[in-house]
């Protein structure tokens, strides 16, 4: 089972998880995996999300993705759009393991979390210990927000994928990365932006070579 998010609660607060697993089922978040730390002061909830609560929130953030097939005006394939849910099927992969990459799967959960509506002032009576909200909570509109006023969300942060990032980083370490770097594992960790920035930046660098060389035999010859 992939496991995307991690959040870290402070623990002694049986009513208060049981509303917080409520609320994640609810918004289509999965708890894969909830562990006992530091001799159960603390609770971490490992997370991701089902397969129509990623496809809603791809539409919703209006994530770009390659469509099947080969564009009617470009001719070229894998065209990136946007992803909708009614026209999914459309795209290149969808249903796949990996249609998802792991940067798009935690922006997504994050996306889910931040929208976790915040108990009532009665609900949030009968779940918090003491019996009462801190200063300043009553205002938040989201779940992981208000949890933090409350002192509970210890921390909040996406897991990492230790081979993928292995191979991100024997990609860019590698001698072969002087000349050309496969984009593939960098935009699957990182995201296309960064990837588009890495292969800018090969871009840029290898037709710096021809001017370089020129320059230097240049500066060698004026020293001579």
């Given at each position: ?6 959040i ?41 999300a ?25 001719g ?5 759009e ?10 290149d ?12 799967r ?33 205002t ?85």
């Amino acid at each position: 089972m992939v496991v995307d998010y991690c959040i870290v609660l402070a623990g002694g607060a049986d009513k208060l998880l049981a509303y917080i697993r409520g609320a994640l089922t609810s918004a289509g978040i999965r708890v894969v995996q909830e562990s006992n730390l530091d001799g159960g002061s603390k609770i971490a909830l490992s997370l991701t999300a089902t397969a129509r609560a990623f496809e809603v929130e791809a539409d919703h953030l209006e994530l770009l993705k390659p469509r099947s097939g080969v564009d009617e005006i470009s001719g070229t394939r894998g065209r990136e759009e946007v992803f909708t849910v009614d026209t999914g099927s459309d795209f290149d992969g969808y249903g796949k393991e990996g249609f998802w990459h792991l940067c798009e799967r935690s922006q997504m959960v994050r996306s889910l979390l931040d929208h976790l509506p915040v108990p009532s002032d009665a609900e949030a009576k009968a779940i918090l210990p003491g019996g009462g909200t801190k200063a300043g909570a009553g205002t938040e509109t989201s779940l992981l927000r208000w949890l933090e006023r409350q002192g509970i969300l210890q921390a909040a942060l996406p897991l990492h994928d230790a081979d993928l990032a292995k191979k991100v980083f024997w990609t860019v370490a590698s001698p072969k990365s002087l000349l050309s770097i496969d984009m593939s594992p960098l935009q699957e960790y990182y995201g296309s932006e960064v990837a588009f920035y890495f292969a800018w930046m090969m871009h840029f660098t290898n037709w710096l070579l021809v001017p370089g060389v020129v320059g230097l035999t240049l500066c060698t010859l004026l020293k001579m």
